[in-house]
């Protein structure tokens, strides 16, 4: 490989470290910056400057935003009885871009880990207790369908009391064939059947 600069090399390791990017991706993202500086680097890195001083955690829910309370806390029109608690601000983005919930959400920071040394108190637990208190009717649970994701909605479904617990179905996602899916979907499937 050709000798490069430190300040280069310094750019390929900083890219590297995002999410679905490796050392070779991270190579050419960083060549494509390198060539476009006027157009896209430069722009970049203003726009990664500005996020950085700009946006912060929701006091509330744990969003991010440029303001706290953010901006879906602060909607009047979101119903307040229902609250959707969520592993990841990225889980939470999700559920806004489908457009299917109309409540407020809770953001725990994670998942339950023995092996990662995730506890219940290095999650926002104890701020949902005390969401739930104040008019909650039902907390619906979206949890990802890993083990780690199970095993908190087990262990928030034990300590919420008091309030109707949910949690989204498991299963054969719609389009999907029967033949391409993991014994793992098809078990939850089986077991979350419903009469028609």
């Keep these: ?62 969003n991010l935003d440029t303001t706290s309370p953010c901006a879906i806390c602060a909607d009047p029109r979101r119903d307040g009885h229902v609250l959707c608690v969520v592993e990841d601000v990225a889980d939470l983005w999700a559920l806004e871009r489908a457009g299917v919930f109309r409540g407020r959400y809770h953001v725990l920071g994670g998942a339950l880990s023995a092996l ?8 926002n637990v104890a701020a949902l207790g005390e969401r739930v208190k104040s008019g909650v009717d039902e907390v619906i649970l979206a949890m990802n369908a890993t083990v780690e994701g199970q095993t908190t909605a087990h262990y928030l479904m ?39």
Excluded: N, W
């Design 1 to 62: 490989m050709p000798a490069i600069g430190s300040e280069i090399e310094r750019l390929i390791q900083l890219l590297a470290k995002l999410p679905g990017l490796g050392p070779r991706s991270a190579r050419r993202a960083a060549l494509a910056l390198l060539k476009k500086r006027d157009t896209l680097m430069e722009p970049l890195a203003a726009a990664l400057e500005g996020a950085a001083r700009a946006i912060r955690d929701c006091e509330i829910c744990g």
């Design 116 to 123: 990662d040394g995730v506890t219940p108190e290095k999650l």
């Design 158 to 196: 034990d300590v919420l009391t008091g309030v109707k617990v949910t949690r989204l179905a498991h299963g054969v996602p719609v389009g999907g064939e029967l033949d391409y899916l993991d014994e793992g979907t098809l078990s939850a499937a089986f077991k979350a059947r419903r009469s028609l």
